[in-house]
């Protein structure tokens, strides 16, 4: 449909249809308008599978939904660090909204994990935002070469459960450029998400669906998203002001209510039509765009997409810790210990939750072994330890060769609508791996959670297999990878720390009442654990392989660029094991000096490559301005100081195997007003400046017995005399310069560096 038409269609509409079309017709569908022939359209949870209901709706996944398949959740996609196995992904989910007649999945959410504790972890990606924006990017790409919208989610600096529908991000420019933004802004400008759905918490004391600054102002005239932008589902505390900051569809419905505050403010002038026209333009464009492009071939074949789900949870699961106990033989005797590889977690509670057609733990996956016994060790429901079953999980670790214990979180630890409020396993898994190395030296302990926990027993286990939650199949993807059918190919996309104590948001996560302070600014994951050097359990970027690969050549197209140009990096990657594999491949930057605080290195680039033995590869990078930026206040735009980066190839945040230096130039020149409270020191920085200051440098010497310009031998001390100079303001000249300087002297002084 042309813009024209859809532009002739509202111009036919009435004032009430108008408003009725700016929010939902129910939950989940677009409002339709029989008299003018404009169709509804639904839309569904998301992300990680269709939650598509019929009956009783809601939106914390506690009714039934349609039988669907559910795919390993965002925290492990992430982990896979492969983005075109997760625009497989999203190809199958596109090809089921189709089938099922959805013409939006809501998803993917890409929101930061700042800590370890946020009850949603699960679904979102990362603490680096690259990574966070390039799979959901790629999960995009996916959907919507079918012809099926998706939904970004939530936008913006919603990073907990706790006060969420009340709670206030407090987060300083730069961070948002650099972590949370950045989270957002590659996949909306590259991928070009159909919709963008905004979160429920406040920025900065203004709702995110009231927030003109981001959802006009960012994201549609820096970003140019043409698409519409949805609510949360009862974001909305003010439909007028919405619409007017760019929030085009409320959803759900609000049973009329809304609809009659925007009818009012139009009849009385408070609101502009043509702002409510633009919204219904922006819907109307993507009700069509699917309408028009209906793939009515397409079918749901959910044993097929299974067989997708299992085949991307494969490279999904972190091989974290290994001491040559893995893989396992097929012929060992090994004994399966714990609740979950009965019943696997394999999806996070609240509005992904997916309804699935069928599961298969690791315990499905191994029958017909008859070498592998189970023991279920633990209940999920209490943390108490059972000693029945306490003493049956010990005879069979006895009996084995090998003990896999499967641990992680329960459903209630971790979920949509709370967070958790300690970063432990529940107590009776603790209890009962210590146990099982009492009786059993080869324990390898496989997870499932979708955020880091902690591991006392991390020294005493020979193996640790971060499982995540892995999706519907994920017991056939884990135990490929415990027999070694499958190779370990991803990589943790957040560093596990310590303990809760040592993340950076620590002493702020969850803020006082409705105030959330994102005290510790850029500094978020590795930027803040490796700048620091701290010691952490596992770090960003961590994850083994049954092969090994050897990184060298590592080449620059230059090492003298400027900030307006784009450099290729390039290093060679062997394997140089026996078994087929998957590295990915890192590069940091590190800006050597700065005048502003940075973290020690960041991500800007990685790729995934597959090598059969003995094959190398060369992958190539390329680098553009971005890499060696940080955002800067003073001109609000992404700014390079001149100066030397290292540019680093990593296996993970903490081993860096290769680096180079190369210097960037600056093509802007920051702009500098000098006042009298302007230092010496930021005077001499600039060397036209410095020049004309020559004059009262000399009258400051004669003061500390000294030249600043040329310290003498005969100087009290040139270092301090130095630094005196250097952090002294110009309105100093006053009272150290003898008289000699007047105020007149300085504003002349100023006056001719302003101008300059
Ligand atoms: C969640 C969204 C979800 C929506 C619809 C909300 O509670 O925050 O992620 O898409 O419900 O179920």
Known sequence: MTSEKIKELISQMT???????????????????????????????????????????????????????????????????????????????????????????????????????????????????????????????????????????????????????????????????????AAFEGAITKQKPWTVMCSYNKINGVYAAENKTYLTDVLRDEWNFDGYVMSDWGAVNSRVADLKAGMDLEMPSSFGINDALIVEALKNGTLEENIVDQAIERILNIVYRFD????????????????????????????????????????????????FAAQPRYQGGGSSHINSHKITSAVDAVKGMNNIS?????????????????????????????????????????????????????????????????????????????????MPWVSNVRGIVEAYLGGQAVGSAVTDILFGKVNPSAKLPETFPLKLEDNPSFLSYLGEGDKVEYKEGVFVGYRYYDTKKMDVLFPFGHGLSYTTFEYSNLKVSNDQIKDTDTMTVSVDVKNTGSMAGKEVVQVYVADKVSTVIRPVKELREFVKVDLAPGETKTVTFTLGKRAFAYWNVEIHDWHVESGEFDIMIGKSSRDIVLSQTITVTSSVKLPMIYTMDTTIGDIMENPEAAETLLDLTKVFAEVFGGNAAEPSESAISSEMMNAMMKFMPLRGSISFGMGNVTWETLQEFLDKLNKK
């Open 15 to 181: 004032l009430e249809e108008k408003a009725a079309m700016c929010s939902g017709a129910d939950f989940w569908h677009t409002e339709a308008v029989k008299r003018l022939e404009i169709p509804a359209s639904m839309v569904s949870d998301g992300p990680h599978g269709l939650r598509k209901q019929s009956d009783e709706a809601d939106h914390l996944g506690i009714n039934d939904s349609i039988k669907a398949v559910c795919f390993p959740a965002g925290c492990g996609t992430a982990a896979s660090f492969n983005r075109d196995l997760i625009t497989t992904m999203g190809e199958t989910l596109g090809n089921e909204c189709q089938a099922e007649n959805l013409s939006v999945i809501l998803g993917p959410a890409v929101n930061i994990k700042r800590s370890p504790l946020c009850g949603r972890n699960f679904e979102y990606y990362s603490e680096d935002p690259l990574v966070a924006t390039e799979m959901a990017g790629a999960l995009i790409k996916g959907i919507q070469s079918k012809n099926v919208g998706t939904s970004i989610k939530h936008f913006l600096a919603n990073n907990q459960e706790t006060r969420r529908m009340s709670s206030s991000s407090e987060v300083d420019e730069r961070t948002l450029r650099e972590i949370y933004l």
């Open 292 to 339: 028009e492009n209906r793939d009515l071939n397409a079918v749901f074949d959910r044993d097929k997409d299974h067989e997708v789900a299992r085949h991307i949870a494969e490279e999904t699961i972190v091989l974290m810790k290994n001491d040559g106990v893995l893989p396992l033989n097929t012929s060992d005797e090994v004994a399966f210990i714990g609740k």
């Open 374 to 454: 189970y023991a279920q060790g633990y209940h999920l429901e209490n943390e108490e330890v059972d000693a029945v079953l306490m003493a049956e999980a010990v005879e069979a670790a006895k009996k084995a060769k090998v003990a896999v214990i499967f641990a992680g979180l329960p459903d209630a630890f971790e979920s949509e609508g709370y967070d958790r409020s300690h970063m432990r396993l529940p107590e009776c898994q603790n209890v009962l791996i210590e146990k099982i190395l009492t009786v059993q030296p080869n324990v390898i302990v496989v997870l499932h959670n979708g955020s880091p926990v902690e």
